[in-house]
């Protein structure tokens, strides 16, 4: 039994703008690295093995709250959210020509204009996680942890999440072979020691 928590990273510009990041290689913004070097990894995840999405927003919160880098995995990608990457929801949602839809309203197969289902992101996740061979701290974006937690609570994105999910809080599912569950409500990092 191995169990994995995730991590989304910390805020970017474009998070704040409400923009789609999707795979654009956004930073951190200074408020959110003060606020990331400030916490750390709780016991006893600060001993499991450390992954991150490639992309500088989760390396670095990963790197910030653990106090070393971590293995990169292309799997944990942000979703590729296609044409309107780099858009705003909002407008996105405000034209009838976009073809915007919530995501509680897509099901498995819906994707943005030449971007990425849920199911597409799912194939690449799946063989990551049959791969992994402790406990492990996966820090990552909100798609990817949308998929994971949709296997573990058995939602289809066919209406509201049985998950909410919020920064600087791991999310933690534990992997049985090819089956997902939760295992506990989501653990809030710590404030790390100041002296």
């Known amino acids: 039994m191995i169990r994995l928590a995730l991590l989304r990273h910390g805020h970017t510009p474009w998070n704040r703008a409400g923009r789609i990041q999707g795979r654009s290689d956004i930073a951190l913004d200074e408020d959110a690295r ?3 070097a ?3 990894l709780p016991t006893p995840w600060d001993k ?3 992954w991150a999405s490639p992309l500088m ?10 106090g070393h880098a ?3 995995s292309a799997a944990l990608i942000e979703m590729n959210w296609g044409d309107w990457e780099g858009k705003q929801g909002v407008d996105l949602k405000a034209d ?3 073809g915007f839809r919530d995501i509680e309203d897509w099901g498995w197969h819906y994707r943005p204009p030449n971007g990425e289902s849920p199911q597409d992101v799912w194939d690449r996740i799946e063989p990551w996680l049959a791969g992994l061979t402790r406990d492990s701290v996966a820090v990552c974006h909100i798609g990817i942890m949308r998929m994971i937690l949709a296997k573990a609570h058995g939602w289809n994105f066919d209406g509201p999440a049985p998950f909410r999910i919020k920064r600087n809080r791991l999310f933690i599912v534990e992997l049985d072979g090819s089956s997902l569950r939760p295992v506990e409500e989501p653990v809030r990092l ?3 020691d100041a002296s």
Request: hydrophobic fraction near 45%.
């Open 34 to 36: 003060a606020e990331l």
């Open 38 to 40: 400030a916490q750390t």
């Open 48 to 50: 499991a093995e450390l």
């Open 57 to 66: 927003r989760a390396a670095e919160t990963a790197e910030l709250v653990a």
């Open 70 to 72: 971590p293995k990169t």
């Open 96 to 98: 009838p020509d976009s």
């Open 190 to 192: 710590l404030k790390r």
